[in-house]
T-cell receptor, first 115, second 112 residues
Framework: GAVVSQHPSWVICKSGTSVKIECRSL??????MFWYRQFPKQSLMLMAT?????????EQGVEKDKFLINHASLTLSTLTVTSAHPEDSSFYIC???????????FGDGTRLSIL | QKEVEQNSGPLSVPEGAIASLNCTYS??????FFWYRQYSGKSPELIMS????GDKEDGRFTAQLNKASQYVSLLIRDSQPSDSATYLC????????????FGSGTRLSIRP
């Protein structure tokens, strides 16, 4: 149980392109989904927290107009990187949870490369 | 002071030995504690959850929690080369119901 599917696994695109990443909880309803970014050999960095039906809460320093998050249902959240640039190249990982005393379950991540 | 602190390592342990990974946290009201394993280039996967003081065993893994000392650890018995990974300690933030705080991870290397 507790499977989180993230799509796509890899994206390579030109600078200026907008990229959408999907995160789905397949066998449970996720009240909260989280988006992380991880650069090579660095720690997970929480970007934002999203709750179904409400606006995402962004961490300090994360541009909400650049990283658009939509959490339209209890099983789907999307992250759109708008007008992506090479410095946005990173490993983006989503996770989903049901309650604060329960663990988060991670998707497989999306490797984004902006040329 | 970081909310969740781990030694970054690398921690090198011979195959077959016990690997001991440690984590301290600052929020005394924290209630839930998790250990995740992350292989290079992959996303984290949950290994253990622990909620009460004492030990919790699952196969070769034992999680230990001491809330008075604000300390949680993970023991890996009979370490295998496949255990080589980064281990992330995660703690729920009592004051924020929807967020779990991750440590920066300890890199573990099991040498044959």
């Amino acid at each position: 149980g507790a499977v989180v599917s993230q799509h796509p696994s890899w994206v390579i695109c030109k600078s200026g392109t907008s990229v959408k990443i999907e995160c789905r909880s397949l066998d449970f309803q996720a009240t909260t989904m989280f988006w992380y970014r991880q650069f090579p050999k660095q720690s997970l960095m929480l970007m934002a927290t999203s709750n179904e039906g409400s606006k995402a809460t962004y961490e300090q320093g994360v541009e909400k107009d650049k990283f658009l998050i939509n959490h339209a249902s209890l099983t789907l959240s999307t992250l759109t990187v708008t007008s992506a640039h090479p410095e946005d190249s990173s490993f983006y990982i989503c996770s989903a949870g049901t309650a604060s005393n329960q663990p988060q379950h991670f998707g497989d991540g999306t490797r984004l490369s902006i040329l | 002071q970081k909310e969740v602190e781990q030694n970054s390592g690398p921690l090198s342990v011979p195959e077959g030995a016990i690997a001991s990974l440690n984590c301290t946290y600052s929020d005394r009201g924290s209630q839930s504690f998790f250990w995740y394993r992350q292989y290079s280039g992959k996303s984290p996967e949950l290994i253990m959850s622990i909620y009460s003081n004492g030990d919790k065993e699952d196969g070769r893994f034992t999680a230990q929690l001491n809330k008075a000392s604000q300390y949680v650890s993970l023991l890996i018995r009979d370490s295998q080369p496949s255990d080589s990974a980064t281990y992330l300690c995660a703690v729920n933030r009592y004051s924020s119901a929807s967020k779990i705080i991750f440590g920066s991870g300890t890199r573990l290397s099991i040498r044959p």
